[in-house]
């Protein structure tokens, strides 16, 4: 970390990450009204000395969440915080190219990012949050595009929702069996569903670029719960802070308020 004073801020569908050189803290919420002031505050005042300006610290973001964002840089500008947009950077400098693509949400773009900082391309990024994406970059940093679908705590809670008989159920790692009760059998069908969607776009990607050793970087809330299966077969690169550090990397290089 070059930077003490830059935190990253991820900015997401049901949580907040702010991660940096001394600092890691998640809030999570239903719904922006619940995203507490008082916990952003002491957030900044751990990195404040005083009343200098000069020792606030930087929020590098990336949100899929506007009305999230808002409800931080509302937060933020009572302080007087320095808001820095790492994805709209990271895009404007060329560190991945992402001409042909139409779209893409701000995580997606720091994942990626942050992969690209600690390995050479080709490479595919999984992140298994709210949704679960799968995003492939090519060997000249070409961003070639990626696949969306519901993630298991999404998957969960719809079949919770949306049926009569099913309940919202915890969701943890289990080996493989036949399963006998309604509990067992959705959370075998979850998860290894979820495998088996990975895994089949890994391999559509093998099949495309002839290349069987491309790592993946696997990141997000779910991906604790899959990486044993996914290990067994491919090259995972775990980095549960991806998107952060795709965000800290953006921050160091091109922000210019530092």
Known sequence: MKHSRIIAVDIGNSQIKFFGSDTFYTIK????????????????????????KLNLPIFAYSSVNPTAYAKIAEITAKY?????????????????????????????IMGIIGALAEALPPLITVDCGTAT??????????????????GLYTQALSLA????????????????YMAKTTVHAMRQGIIYGMIGSISFFIEKVYEKMKNVNIP??????????????LEKKYNIVYRPQLVCQGILYAAENYCKCQ
Do not use: Q, W
């Open 29 to 52: 919420y239903d719904s922006f009204d619940k995203i507490s002031e008082n916990e952003v505050h002491s957030i900044i005042k751990k990195h404040c000395s005083g009343n200098n």
């Open 133 to 150: 994406t799968v995003n492939v970059v090519d060997k000249n940093s070409v961003c070639s595009g990626g696949f969306i679908f519901p």
């Open 80 to 108: 007087e915080i320095e808001m820095f947009d790492a994805a709209a950077a990271s895009k404007e400098h060329n560190r991945a190219v992402f001409n042909d693509i139409s779209g893409m949400g701000s995580d997606r």
């Open 216 to 229: 993946i970087f696997l990141t997000g809330g779910g991906a604790n719960i899959i990486i044993a299966e």
């Open 161 to 176: 929702e949306k049926t009569a008989n099913l309940m919202e159920i915890p969701l943890f790692y289990e080996e493989f």
